[in-house]
């Protein structure tokens, strides 16, 4: 069914305010894009929400990507190799998800929101080697923990940013500043691995898609003056946006098992 005037309206909305989120916070905001599409937007298939905000993301990560590679914070070698090796772990993590039933998908779902949550609460070191380069060494420890990472994405239908980035620095020892850039490779392709895995099967909406990906742009732009003005209190914010993630995280496990 297509989605009407109103559904797109809050998507586009929902988009807006993720956007600004990630903007403000970094990674872990657009977890909240399947609730959003869920029980604001009102789509009804667990399945097609979770393809659709997966296309979504895809879309944001790779604008965020361009933004970072301009600045020249991409470790290209590292975040290839992890990238490539999750690559096909986020195409078999999405083919399982399909045959989960969508309430109890939506669970596990809610597990995944609540360990986003966690790991946005615990706090993060910045030291590391910025000068770090690929080698064999790397290279061996790269990719099974990108195919890991790429697994949980593509079952759970995340990013996977709040793993990816941790992954990365344990892996290469890259400062945070460069795993968090780097990272928006992987949370790029794994989420459209994810959203054709999805699609398909027909279980993307097209038109949503495309609401969340304008609203999302404008509130990455509406976002960046804010972050800015946040500056002084991001620990705190920071710490008050993990909350109300795990808030989510409990209201969609409540619904899954209600």
């Not at 060494?137 to 793993?163: D, N, Q, R, S």
Request: hydrophobic letters at 60%.
């Amino acid at each position: 069914m297509s989605p009407d005037l109103i559904q797109l309206l809050l998507a586009a909305v929902g988009g807006a305010v993720i956007g600004l989120l990630l903007s403000v916070f970094g990674g872990g905001g657009s977890v909240l894009a399947t609730p959003l599409l869920l029980y604001i937007v009102g789509v009804t298939d667990p399945h097609i929400a979770i393809g659709t905000s997966a296309a979504a993301v895809a879309v944001n990560a790779a604008t965020g990507l361009a933004v970072q590679a301009r600045a020249g914070k991409v470790k290209w070698p590292c975040a290839t190799v992890f990238a490539v090796a999750g690559l096909s772990g986020a195409l078999i993590g999405a083919h399982f998800a399909k045959l989960v039933d969508g309430q109890r998908l939506l669970f596990w779902f809610a597990i995944a929101m609540a360990a986003v949550a966690v790991s946005m609460l615990l706090p993060r070191k910045s030291e590391g080697d910025p000068g770090v380069h690929i080698t064999p060494a790397l290279i061996a420890k790269l990719t099974p923990v990108g195919f890991g990472t790429g697994l949980a994405a593509g079952f759970f239908g995340i990013g996977g940013g709040f793993l990816i980035a941790p992954g990365l620095m344990a892996a290469t020892g890259m400062t945070l500043a460069n795993a968090a850039a780097s990272s928006l490779l992987s949370v790029t392709l794994f989420g459209g691995a994810t959203s054709v895995s999805y699609a398909s099967s027909g279980l993307v909406s097209w038109p949503l898609f495309g609401a969340m990906v304008v609203g999302g742009a404008v509130g990455a732009v509406a976002g960046a003056p804010v972050a800015k003005a946040l500056a002084a209190h991001a620990v705190l914010m920071r710490r008050l946006f993990a909350v109300m993630v795990l808030a989510v995280a409990g209201y969609v496990a409540w619904r899954a098992l209600g």
